[in-house]
């Protein structure tokens, strides 16, 4: 059985409609990439609510950071690169410094942007919003939470940062599942091994705990869809439980998802750890199952990382 | 507020002036140059043009004003400070360690500050931003930005004034403290800016230059802003860097550096003339 695919930006053009209709403070902004961010579905029904800014991030945040001062809650939208890259220092000075109610969407994350190349595929992106004081991460799995996550963001007060991918991938999460900021969501459970993971690659996560069960070994996966503030509590309590712990995100491992795991472990309980992720390097042209392949980000490289980890597992 | 006559406009940008010394030489760091050039068009903002109340300074209809260049805080706290919204006495704590007074304007450090600034170049942006929420709400607030001559070589302030243009933004005020000096020296040898009022008025601005120290033309100036209509306006403010302190005056090392005792003395004598 195939299962639907669907881009998670494709979430976030829903999730900003579910807005635009509930709440008139919601503003859209995007810098020349409405089609394709999907901020222009947002558009085509509030239009006046919604403004282009022109090839322009770093205009667009400051707009953006006008418009929360006057109580507005702009969503500002581009690619990743261009907008946690391009215009982080109007996102750390003008906007996180003065804890505004600023709405980030970065879309086409990761290499799986594909054909683009390397200049496109923002993998430095989580790390650069991470680091930010006030600053909350949020890195949907699908589209069905990517709408949740849009829909979350904009009833929290202070800046967001959401990451979405660029192309179809599995849907796999459900309406009617939870959705909390700042809150794991357990979607396997298992004692030799957790798998923690943010965006897309999450599906990975799953298939690789299939293929691991065939082969005895128990593997938690924990959909780690808020990157900070971190859910500390299910990190620890993995760790506590099973004793070791895979991190997976199309990202550099520097910086990410797994260096905010490690950090936390480090302090408070060393555990054996890999991560799963774009190692120093740039990315390329290519589909994204070129890439995923190339970079190591499928489940066959998450089962490899299980197997290495376990191998270093204390007893 | 009720308006001041021009003498007494004149009186408390002495009072001012001597603020900013004060300040920068208590602090023992700080800018005091730039922050001298901007008195009289800060001075006229908050006493006579700016709708505006102290004491209550969330006051959602009140008019705004971005400070861009936030190097300059020294005089915008002293203005802030003698229009009333904290004690004047408190202006003495800048840049020390628990002060409201941040080295360069904490929007959450201060009520009153309507952004934090310090890394060039984005007022102006948020400034826009404000106005297009005023316009979206149908309220008729003003928002006023301050910016450096040496400031406008940022990029961002180009892509904010298309923005202001493209939307129409009559609302805003630019202003642009020229006073020809920056860190590394004299602007037009750092990176020029000639033909200033060209650049703007080909972006589609309402251009108004004058003498920035002169307050009847500052006044004047904002008045003919806020009756231009479909436009931006921004005033092309001509200033005198250190203007005020003679030895600071025209001098680009005195844009950051804070007078010792021996020149605080001679700096207030001058600013007061020999008696207050």
Redesign the interface.
């Not at chain 1, 770093?58 to 507005?72: S, V």
């Given at each position: 059985m195939s299962i639907k695919k669907l881009p998670n930006r494709d979430g976030y053009g829903l999730g900003l409609i579910e807005l635009g209709k509930t709440n008139p403070n919601v503003?859209v902004l995007d810098a020349d990439l409405a089609k394709s961010t999907r901020s222009d579905w947002f558009q085509e029904k509030f239009p006046?609510?919604f403004?282009d800014?022109?090839i322009?991030e770093?205009?667009?945040?400051?707009?953006?950071?006008?418009?929360?001062?006057?109580?507005?809650i702009?969503f500002v939208t581009t690619y990743g690169v261009f907008v946690a890259g391009r215009a982080w220092?109007?996102i750390?000075?003008?906007v996180c410094?003065?804890?505004l109610n600023v709405k980030i969407a970065g879309a086409h994350g990761g290499v799986s942007v594909g054909p683009d190349g390397a200049t496109h595929q923002a993998l430095e992106d989580i790390a650069l919003m991470r680091v930010l004081p006030n600053m909350t991460v949020v890195v949907p799995c699908d589209a069905v939470e990517a709408k949740k996550a849009t829909i979350a963001v904009a009833s929290i007060q202070g800046p967001c940062y959401l990451r979405f991918a660029r192309e179809a991938t599995p849907v796999f999460t459900n309406e009617e599942d939870s959705f909390q900021i700042g809150k794991a969501n357990q979607l396997v459970d298992g004692s030799d091994v957790t798998i923690i993971a943010c965006g897309p690659i999450v599906y990975e996560s799953l298939l690789a705990a299939e293929e691991l069960q065939k082969e005895g070994i128990s593997a938690r996966v924990l959909n780690m869809h808020t990157v900070k503030p971190l859910d500390a509590e299910a990190v620890l309590k993995a760790a506590a439980e099973t004793g070791a712990i895979v991190t997976a995100e199309e990202h550099q491992i520097f910086g990410g998802l797994g260096g905010a795991v490690a950090e936390l472990l480090a302090k408070q309980n060393p555990t054996p750890m890999e991560m799963i992720g774009v190692k120093d390097t740039f990315g390329e042209s290519g589909t994204p199952e070129e890439l995923a392949e190339k970079y190591e980000l499928t489940a066959k490289d998450i089962v490899k990382a299980v197997k290495r980890v376990l191998a270093r597992k204390k007893d | 507020m009720v308006p001041q006559s021009i003498e007494n406009l004149k009186a408390i940008c002495r009072d001012v002036r001597a603020d900013i010394v004060k300040m920068t030489a208590a602090a023992g760091s700080g800018h005091p140059g730039g922050s001298l050039s901007s008195v009289e068009l800060l001075t006229a903002l908050y006493f006579n043009v700016l709708n505006h109340r102290p004491e209550d300074p969330h006051w959602p209809e009140r008019d705004r004003f971005i400070l861009s260049k936030g190097h300059v805080c020294p005089v915008l706290y002293s203005v802030m400070a003698r229009t009333g919204y904290f004690p004047v006495e408190e202006l003495m704590t800048l840049r020390k360690f628990g002060s409201r007074l941040q080295g360069h304007p904490s929007y959450k450090a201060l009520p009153g500050l309507e952004s934090s600034s310090g890394s060039l170049g984005q007022g102006l942006s948020i400034a826009n931003g404000l106005a297009l929420a005023a316009k979206l709400d149908g309220k008729s607030y003003r928002v006023y930005c301050l910016m450096g001559d040496g400031e406008l070589q940022e990029g961002q302030i180009w892509e904010a004034m298309m923005t202001a243009a493209h939307y129409k933004l009559d609302n805003v005020c630019a202003i642009v403290d020229y006073n020809n000096l920056q860190i590394d020296g004299k602007v037009e040898e750092v990176m020029g800016l000639n033909p200033l009022v060209k650049k703007w008025e080909s972006f589609n601005w309402n251009v108004i230059e004058i003498d920035g120290h002169d307050l009847a033309q500052v006044l004047k100036a904002y008045e003919e802003a806020a009756n231009h209509k479909g436009q931006p306006s921004v005033i092309i403010a001509h200033t005198i860097k250190g203007k005020g302190v003679s030895f600071m005056e025209n001098v680009a090392g005195w844009h950051g550096k804070a007078p010792n005792q021996e020149e605080l003395e001679r700096a207030l004598q001058e600013i007061y003339g020999g008696g207050k």
């Open positions: 503003i006046d609510r403004f800014l022109g322009a770093q205009d667009m945040l400051g707009t953006a950071a006008g418009l929360a001062l006057a109580g507005k702009p220092d109007q750390r000075t003008t410094y003065a804890e | -």
